[in-house]
């Protein structure tokens, strides 16, 4: 019954994954973002669009419609694959009635078709934001979305998380200053360089044509890491000149800054930090978990000066993704962190007799009104039966409508109690969402 | 760039439909019912399981995949089209893990590849909640989950709901007492009433091979509608003898009086409400919204005592369905309800001078910390392009750090104010949702 790669969770472990959730909209929203959501769909020619058939997308065909018709039609629709496709076409199709720069988040499912059996998933929860401008988009927000990222990351019941920031420029400068013309290759070898080493890059980045003096030097920068302004002396060190280099190194040095002048050691410069993707134009940004580095980047992005064009306008923007999916099955499948209970309710309101339940829901009815979550149990059983109708839920009480108490049944202590004025502690109140950290 | 049947809202129309989906959460859990989230797909064979091949769903293929191949392959995966066949398979897969009786709600995206042009779309947003038992589940729970969606619907920004109730026993007792022995095609044609009209109905049945007598009468009870138990009496006037029908008077009886005494005039018999599937077994419910009638049901269900069975155990169950979709894009596209701002700040910081940004930065942080969302301006440009970045976004309250001081810009009210103790009025603190009911 289970599907490999689409990852399903019991109502306990859905509690981790709705307060990861929700912690990630309530910084988001303190931060201004607004939220939208588009459409699952899109047109193959719109996913397709940078060319990037090695994607393994989803296609949609609907069951009357013949396979190879729907297989030959340019507007056959595919399931899309990130968030980044959907939000630069919203923004076309909606840039009069947005006000920019326009801060959006957004939450949904993404798909794709790749072997599930590297430990990715085919459907997975992506939680991104990003600011675009009109035309123009100053620096100072690719800051921003870095401190936003770092204050969600920081509220959520995970390891430590780091920040690993570079800057499209530095790599740029140093390509142009030492004579790479080709830096797609450049970044591309780059960022295979924790998965092969940095001798298998020198010698892929030879036999693709680049020279040993730029490849090297290269290799030096990707060395480099600093966890304030120090990186830029050390990269100055390396003897090249260009104009691209020097404001990426002031860019960089200012995100470092900003970032651990707010939450100390939250942000790392690691000029190694490539990203494949080709439309980066300043800022990257990855994020490794303490202890969890297997994972890989549990959060990237960067600033790219084109999100969206249509020939007259264009839309630069920043913004970071999180890997909800990825980042909460690990969470969960290690037993990092828990749920108090598998259920909303945090009292179970017991039943003397079926004559009687109306009684029973009365109660429940006059303690949800004060917004404490509670059930009437299913059967007017034993008392004793009732309490294990709780005690299996996880649910912390049990209020007995005969005597009119309610009893905690962890530690046994019964007390009078009135369902207009009793309230819980606030930790029982709540789901409490308990970390190993 | 807009595809037809698949709806995507501006920030400010997404706020209305995040509002109605936190009530509806919010709802839910206070009633004890736990969140579960199942895989948008599931083997094509388990969505054609009962045979609905009429059904439009959307089959899936990987972009490097032979779509004949894929086409012939009886693992192919589909789009689930409801929540109902995928929590089926959910109980059946968990269910050693599951507390019986066992409240879930599910709030997720279904997907159906109908005529758009008929007002529904191919991508919708559906909230469900089901209480499902394992072999038994009592009838209260048919009371219960009734109970759970009124509270739920009044707490919306939309005109009255009614919820209009039924039991199958009913209609299966009087096919029985009349000798209509295809209830299947009784309950079909039935469910056609109010489109096609009563003299249609009847010539319908007739055509399908029922006795004239039983045509009438099954007419007859299908325009039996009260507020309260006074159907009973006019239903027996019909003066059909047997035991199943007896049981099911009972039961909608206990349903409506049950529900009117807690929410007077939220629920009413109505005896023609049949549900065309096939699996239900006890109450059925539909829900109109008054001058609305033309959505058709906004909230939807009823008892089946086989939601899910494997062969040797069987999960009986009672659920109804929210369709959020259709009833937020009417909310939507007649201004029935509308968001107080464009985004979630309620104030937005101004900035001296882009030297000062940091200043104005701390402002905010300060703000948030006390949850107060909030955004910097993106320039510093003069103090009135800053208060018009403000105003277009709706948000009430401009901050300038050079003053210390804190502007309401509807009214022109300033006063000195300190980030670490202001607070905005509660109505301005949060985006306000506003109904034109």
Not at 170 to 191: F, H, K, T
Not at 393 to 408: A, L, N, Q, T
Request: hydrophobic letters at 40%; aromatic letters at 6%.
């Amino acid at each position: 019954m289970k599907l490999s790669g689409f990852p399903e969770w019991l109502p306990a472990q859905r509690m981790v994954e709705l307060s990861v959730l929700d912690t990630l909209r309530e910084v988001f929203e303190l931060s201004g973002f607004a939220s939208i959501e588009t459409r699952a769909v899109e047109p193959v020619s719109e996913l397709l669009r940078k060319g990037e058939t090695s994607k393994e997308i989803y296609l949609l065909r609907r069951l009357q419609e013949d396979p190879m018709a729907a297989a030959q039609d340019p507007k056959q629709l595919g399931l899309h694959f990130d968030l980044t496709v959907p939000f630069a076409r919203y923004v076309l199709g909606n840039f009069s009635e947005l006000p920019f720069p326009f801060r959006r988040y957004q939450i949904q499912k993404v798909w794709r078709g790749e072997r599930p059996q590297d430990g990715r998933f085919r459907e997975f929860t992506q939680a991104d934001i990003d600011i675009v401008g009109d035309g123009q988009l100053a620096f100072h927000h690719e800051i921003e979305v870095a401190l936003v990222m770092v204050e969600a990351l920081s509220r959520l019941p995970i390891p430590r998380a780091t920040l690993l920031v570079n800057n499209r420029k530095i790599l740029q400068g140093v390509c142009e200053g030492v004579g790479v013309s080709d830096i797609e290759v450049a970044l591309r070898n780059l960022d295979k360089l924790e998965k092969i080493g940095s001798s298998a890059v020198l010698e892929a980045m030879l036999a693709e044509g680049i020279e040993r003096e730029g490849a090297e030097k290269l290799l030096d920068l990707a060395q480099i890491s600093a966890a304030d302004a120090s990186f830029v002396p050390q990269v100055k060190a390396l003897g090249i000149q260009n104009q691209t280099l020097d404001k990426g190194l002031e860019e960089l040095a200012a995100v470092v800054d900003a970032c651990n002048r707010v939450v100390p050691g939250s942000v790392r410069a690691q000029l190694s930090i490539a990203r494949g993707l080709d439309y980066y134009t300043g800022t990257v940004y990855e994020t490794v978990l303490e202890g969890h580095e297997d994972l890989g980047s549990i959060c990237s992005g960067g600033r790219y000066d084109a999100l969206a064009s249509d020939g007259k306008r264009t839309f630069p923007g920043v913004g970071l993704s999180i890997g909800v999916s990825r980042l909460v099955s690990r969470l969960i499948t290690q037993n990092l962190v828990t749920a108090s209970r598998a259920v909303p309710s945090c009292v179970a309101i017991a039943v003397v007799d079926e004559a009687s339940r109306a009684q029973s829901e009365e109660i429940a009815r006059t303690l949800r009104s004060r917004n404490i979550p509670c059930e009437v149990v299913a059967n007017a059983a034993k008392f004793g039966k009732q309490i294990r109708y709780a005690e299996r839920r996880g649910i912390p009480y049990v209020w007995f409508p005969d005597s009119g108490e309610v009893k905690d049944i962890r530690s046994g202590n019964q007390v009078k109690a009135d369902p207009s004025t009793w309230m819980p502690p606030k930790e029982d109140l709540e789901v409490q969402i308990l970390s190993q950290n």
